[in-house]
């Protein structure tokens, strides 16, 4: 069935770096594709999201674009800041269901340093 | 404007305990879910609901019943509570767009623990 795949973290960059979470997914038809964020304390909220091949999904600095021919979903920030730090989740569309469910990676904790 | 809520926020049960989870959501949502999210697996699908009524199994039902008697409503049970369920459990909802790339937008989440 389809799936998402995402780097283990936890990730722990320095402030104003350059941040790449990395997310592949295998799916039999074209799914949409999202990037969820957990604060700490709270529940998953979007954070981005791209719906077909080449689209750019961005928000609050972050982006990542829909890779049809690598089944990628990268997630990119120029410079993270310490308000960055939360877990982050990608996923997509489940297409075989008539639910909009959502089938969800694994998560990858990312720590910002001041 | 309250979004997605959930009771309690935290739970500590026996083994062999009953409880309900509530959720409520007050944007006319037509969908609703419920997760549990345990360590290194991300969110797993327990049950959902497309509409006030409906309810159907997701991933990991076994353990879990659910109801839907009104829309705004997603009550989650558990008839005898065992410490395999010591998860934190999150409730979600969302427009309901069969088919569609629908957004998800989910509640704080209820820490629950099985002793």
């Known amino acids: 069935g389809d799936s998402v795949t995402q780097m283990e973290g936890p990730v722990t960059l320095s402030e104003e770096a350059f941040l790449t979470i990395n997310c592949t997914y295998t799916a039999t038809g074209y799914p949409s594709l999202f990037w969820y964020v957990q604060y700490p304390g709270e529940g998953l909220q979007l954070l981005l999201k791209?719906?077909?091949?080449?689209d750019k999904g961005s928000n609050k600095g972050f982006e990542a674009t829909y890779r049809k021919e690598t089944t990628s979903f990268h997630l990119e920030k120029g410079s993270v800041q310490v308000s960055d730090s939360a877990v982050y989740f990608c996923a997509l569309s489940d297409q075989n269901s008539s639910a909009s469910k959502i089938i969800f990676g694994s998560g990858t904790r990312l720590s910002i340093r001041p | 404007n309250a979004g997605v809520t959930q009771t309690p926020k935290f739970r500590v049960l026996k083994t062999g305990q009953s409880m309900t989870l509530l959720c409520a959501q007050d944007?006319?949502?037509?969908?609703m879910y419920w997760y549990r999210q345990d360590p290194g697996m991300g969110l797993r699908l327990i049950h959902y609901s497309v509409g006030e009524g409906t309810t159907a199994k997701g991933e990991v039902p076994d353990g879990y019943n659910v109801s839907r008697l009104k829309k705004q409503n997603f009550l989650l049970g558990l008839e005898s509570a065992a410490p395999s369920q010591t998860s934190v459990y999150f409730c979600?909802?969302?427009?309901?767009?069969?088919?569609?790339?629908?957004?998800?937008?989910f509640g704080p989440g209820t820490r629950l623990t099985v002793l």
């Open positions: 979600a909802s969302s427009y309901g767009l069969a088919g569609g790339p629908d957004t998800q937008y």
């Open positions: 944007m006319n949502h037509e969908y």
């Open positions: 791209a719906t077909k091949a080449d």
